[in-house]
């Protein structure tokens, strides 16, 4: 995935959950749209280096929108949630995900379950499914494991009871954590923010669901999925 121009700044503040002040290298000072509803914990530190894209389309509020973040002077982090599912579809379609490779067809954002849409359906001409719920996952702690959730998410447990009912019904559901943040090299439930999800996911592994993480190369030009990282779920 090829990013558009990208612009450098320095984060002033994040507030109001959607809007950013940030001070551009030339030293101007924007409010950029910044599409992530979640915590964004550590994702936003003071003065962190930030790049926003710029949209040329007069009926936009806000031309900026908030795209990578540095974290600790070192790592980058994709914080728009918009571009996770379109990652994933493209290492799909490339290959690059061996666990999901050999389907014919996929398609996004099919009806399923009670009120819910599927990342991805994956199948074939006999009728094989298989279900994949895409996870952004953000959050580095200090023990250098990424964590998810960022927050507590009743809509995030739902959706693993939704895949452990699709097992039910004979298809694969599989829990895709979209890792987009170079610094992750492991995963893990955040029981420590949710423990409810933290013991669903443990519920729904153990009925079939298959889980595995994948995280991406990030740079102020591209972003992709290219390295496979092992999923922790404890004991």
């Known amino acids: 995935m090829q990013f558009p121009e990208l612009v450098e700044g320095r984060l002033l503040k ?24 979640g915590s964004m914990r550590r994702c936003q530190q003071d003065n962190a280096r930030v790049w926003v894209s710029k949209s040329d389309n007069p009926k936009r509020k806000l031309a900026f929108t908030w795209v990578l973040v540095e974290v600790d002077g070192q790592y980058l ?18 290959g690059v995900i061996q666990e999901l490779a050999g389907y014919e067809q996929m398609k996004a ?19 094989a499914r ?10 580095l702690e200090e023990d250098g494991c ?8 009743d809509r995030g447990r739902k959706h693993l009871y939704e895949l452990a009912e699709m097992v039910a019904q004979g298809h694969r559901a599989v829990l895709l954590f979209c890792v987009s943040h170079t ?5 893990a439930p955040a029981a ?3 423990a409810k999800y933290a ?22 030009q591209s972003l992709a999925l290219s390295t496979r990282v092992s999923v922790v779920l404890g004991s």
């Open 14 to 37: 994040r507030y109001k959950r959607f809007l950013a002040d940030i001070e551009l290298i030339s030293g101007e000072v924007i409010t950029a749209h910044c599409p992530n509803t």
């Open 77 to 94: 982090a994709c914080i728009n949630t918009g571009l996770p599912n379109k990652l994933v579809g493209e290492a799909i379609a490339n």
């Open 109 to 127: 954002e099919v009806k399923y379950g009670e009120n819910s849409r599927i990342d991805w359906l994956l199948s074939n001409g006999d009728g």
């Open 130 to 139: 298989c279900y994949v719920e895409v996870k952004n996952v953000t959050l």
């Open 146 to 153: 990424g964590y998810f959730p960022d927050a507590v998410t």
């Open 183 to 187: 610094g992750i090299t492991s995963v």
């Open 192 to 194: 420590h923010i949710d």
């Open 199 to 220: 013991q669903a996911l443990g519920e729904v592994v153990n009925q079939g669901v298959e889980v595995v993480a994948y995280r991406a190369y990030i740079s102020p």
